[in-house]
């Protein structure tokens, strides 16, 4: 009998998707969006409305393998889960018997958003270890400090409340690429007689939808806010009494705003002055006035400044008081659940080490893996990521993962770039073959899911492998033998207002279950009087560090290199994939094979559309197809990203251009701040 049965898009995805998929004879038919979900309201992205093409392909990793060839060449020959896990074992223990428990590094990211897939049994066997901690830094770690030192809190305005907006601001926001479940309630709006602009150095999908679209120079976000601030202050047009209120600090921001002058800032931003003044003052005059911010603008050397200095103007303008008002980065922090009962931190105690182990910053592997000492990192366990094609600096990165003493294990659903790189290589289930609770960072609602589909071959989840390994490892704490309800259950256990009171049950039952942030079904109003997470419980201006200073890596960073590499590189999201995941599909490669540039740049290169292109700087080099059209202004280039390196010429993608440089807070890479020059490519 055919039936209808519940999931959860498992994707590093702001909407977290609740789902329905057709299954007929343990086999899955048709997927589509819950139209009970609020938020995905019954229909799917375009890359997951084929995912079941994804779970059926013909190029999933069904069996455990041993590496045949060089690392990077791909050659394996399958093996047994018990010879693979034997292996692994032996090689962890030696390893960390001879180098200290340090050197062994596990790498993972946004494969799964899962609690327990992607922050469940492998934290608790990388903490027993002893092995090295990861700061997962790759891609929200810069908004993440902006955002904290402003509100305090990571959450802001909920989606449902787009619709009461009069004026959106996507600022640095693809929504519909990359949060495509926001746009219906911004049609809404629009339908009401909302207006959408959009800023960004990219004239993406949005943006060419929007009634508006400012092209800022990647990086100058910080100017633009400080500017918009100058004109709302300097116009009377800000919320005394909300700023009197719930801020500290407004008369130093008073007077830091003072110093951005609409000229100073329109040479800063690329923004004329008159469109900049005419922005400010819509943006505190149309009410309720809503930024959309997202992570692409703080993947800049300066991400984490931007950040804040944004998520200062709502509570300028006392937008947060007002439905369809504020602002949003992310949802996540809104879940507060117990993560320590999940992840057991405490059991780096009773490693060989005795006390927490080090940090190591994904964003920086190059250097970890080449350059790292005390120890150096000899092992590598990588799952729900692909660092050869995703982390910047690539050169680095692959000579790092091709050095023959590095003992690397990957555990992923297909053959990717990092895959051909691992020693042993595991088979992994999807999120339709295994159970996990999934938070959001696009929405308010905690969900649960079931497998629906058999697991093929002889696939496992990261849950079931790193129990099996804790067991082969001697570690006899009973956490290691949780079910996974068992470990949902810890991770519910939680006093925290917002999800205080959930339970196992309800999840199963319901599927989703909004967090308790409003009484009784009303609409979410984070900050609308006060209650800022900061120490004061404000929102602080603290204008003194308040202040813009361009990136290195950008038209007004270093003389030198500058002259050297004219054009500034963005390479944000492609709009139907997500990030690396879908590399190995040939229209995905298609799209991320692109360079936009602007006609005039193409010009004085003497570069024709469709021609094959070299892009390249000091740290490397790749080739795109060169698509000469007006979604960027002279002197930016764009790629959307993220391609497989071994579907490229010469095994590059453009993060052989990206640098290893963080971001001012947090640790972040800083993708979007990238000098490059571009030339008509001989082959
Ligand atoms: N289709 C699709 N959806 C995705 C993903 C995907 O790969 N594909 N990836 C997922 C992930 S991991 C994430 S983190 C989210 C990210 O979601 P977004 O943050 O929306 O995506 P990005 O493409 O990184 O960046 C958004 C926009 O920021 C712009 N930008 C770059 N530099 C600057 C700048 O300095 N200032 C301003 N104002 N804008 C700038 C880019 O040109 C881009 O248009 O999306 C998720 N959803
Ligand atoms: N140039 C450039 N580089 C970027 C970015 C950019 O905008 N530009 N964006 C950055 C950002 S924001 C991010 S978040 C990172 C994303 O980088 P990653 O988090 O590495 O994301 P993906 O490339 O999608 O790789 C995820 C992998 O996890 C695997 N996977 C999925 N589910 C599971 C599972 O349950 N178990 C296991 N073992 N594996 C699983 C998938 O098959 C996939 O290969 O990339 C960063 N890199
Ligand atoms: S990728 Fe995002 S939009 Fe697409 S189904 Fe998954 S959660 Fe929904
Ligand atoms: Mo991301």
Redesign the pocket.
Same mark, same amino acid.
């Given at each position: 009998m055919p039936e209808t049965l519940h999931s959860v898009c498992?994707?590093?995805c702001p909407d977290a998707c609740g789902l329905l998929i057709n299954v007929e004879n343990g086999a899955g038919r048709r997927l589509r969006g819950d139209p009970e979900h609020p938020v995905t309201r019954g229909f799917l992205c375009g890359k997951v409305a084929r995912y079941l093409e994804r779970e059926y392909s013909p190029d999933r990793l069904l069996y455990p393998q041993r590496r045949l060839g060089a690392k990077g060449e791909g050659r394996f020959a399958r093996i047994s889960w018990e010879e693979a896990l034997d292996e692994i074992t032996a090689r962890l223990k030696s390893i960390a018997a001879a180098f200290g428990p340090e050197s062994i590094l596990p790498y993972?990211?946004?494969?799964?958003m899962?609690y327990l897939?992607?922050a469940g049994m492998d934290r608790r066997f990388f903490h027993r270890l002893g092995a090295s901690r990861l700061d997962r830094t790759?891609?929200?770690a810069a908004g993440g400090v902006g955002l904290t030192e402003s509100t305090g809190f990571k959450y802001g305005t909920e989606p449902e409340q787009f619709r009461h907006s009069k004026l959106i601001l996507a600022w640095g926001a693809n929504i519909l690429g990359t949060n495509v479940h926001l746009w219906p309630f911004i049609v809404e709006a629009r339908r009401s007689g909302a207006r959408l602009y959009t800023i960004d150095p990219h004239r993406n999908r949005t943006g060419e939808l929007a009634d508006r679209h400012f092209f800022i120079n990647p990086g100058s976000d910080t100017a633009l806010a400080l500017g918009m601030m100058h004109v709302i202050i300097g116009e009377n047009l800000y919320d005394a009494d909300y700023v009197a209120r719930y801020t500290s600090g407004f008369e130093a921001l008073r007077e830091r705003a003072a110093q951005y002058s609409p000229e100073r800032v329109a040479a800063m931003t690329g923004i004329a002055k008159d469109e900049m003044i005419q922005l400010a003052r819509e943006y505190a005059t149309v009410r309720p006035a809503v930024i959309r911010l997202n992570?692409?603008l703080q993947?800049s050397e300066r991400g984490a400044m931007a950040v804040r200095a944004i998520s200062l103007l709502p509570a300028l303008t006392g937008s947060w008081k007002e439905a369809g008002g504020g602002a949003v980065l992310s949802t996540s922090g809104a879940f507060q659940l117990n993560r320590a009962a999940l992840e057991r931190p405490d059991l780096q105690l009773q490693s060989s080490l005795g006390r927490e182990a080090r940090t190591v910053n994904m964003s920086q592997l190059g250097l970890a893996l080449n350059e790292l000492k005390n120890p150096p990192v000899k092992a590598l366990v990588v799952?729900?990521?692909? #660092?050869a094609?995703?982390? #910047?600096n690539q050169n680095s990165v692959l000579k790092g993962l091709t050095r023959p003493d590095l003992f690397t294990v990957?555990?992923?659903?297909?053959q %990717?770039d990092?895959a051909d790189h691992a020693d042993i290589l595991?088979p992994? %289930?999807?999120?339709l073959e295994?159970t996990d609770v999934y938070f959001a960072y696009g929405h308010y609602y905690l969900q649960l899911a079931r497998p629906v589909l058999p697991a093929p071959g002889d696939t496992r989840?990261?849950v079931e492998v790193f129990r099996l390994l804790a067991q082969r490892m001697g570690f006899d704490d009973p956490c290691f033998r949780d079910s996974a309800d068992d470990m949902i259950r810890a991770l519910l256990d939680s006093d925290h207002p917002f999800v205080k009171g959930i339970t196992i049950e309800e999840l199963d039952r319901e599927h989703f279950v909004r967090l308790r942030v409003a009484h009784n079904g009303g609409a979410f109003l984070p900050f609308s009087a006060g209650g800022f997470g900061t120490a004061s419980g404000k929102c602080e201006f603290k204008a003194e560090t308040l202040e813009y200073t361009p990136p290195v890596e950008s038209r007004h960073g270093e003389q030198v290199l500058r002259e050297k590499y004219p054009l500034e590189l963005v390479? #944000?999201?492609n709009d139907d994939s997500?990030?690396?995941?879908f590399?190995y599909r040939p229209d995905t490669d298609r799209q991320t094979s692109a360079l936009k540039i602007h006609e005039r740049d193409a010009l004085t290169r003497g570069i024709t559309h469709g021609d094959q292109v070299q892009i390249f700087n000091d740290r490397g080099s790749c080739l795109l197809i060169a698509k000469i059209d007006a979604s960027v202004a002279p002197g930016v280039v764009c790629?959307p990203? %993220?391609r497989w390196a071994k579907n490229s010429p010469a095994f590059r993608?453009?993060?052989a251009l %990206?640098s290893e440089r963080l971001t001012d807070k947090g640790g972040g890479?800083t993708?979007?701040s990238c000098l490059v020059q571009v030339e008509k490519s001989g082959d």
């Open positions: 498992a994707l590093d993972s990211y946004g494969g799964s899962g897939q992607g790759i891609c929200s992570y692409g993947r799952y729900n990521s692909n #660092p094609a995703i982390a #910047p990957v555990l992923e659903q297909f %990717t990092t595991l992994a %289930t999807t999120f295994h989840s990261n390479s #944000p999201k997500m990030n690396s995941t590399g790629a990203s %993220t993608n453009v993060n %990206t890479p993708f979007y």
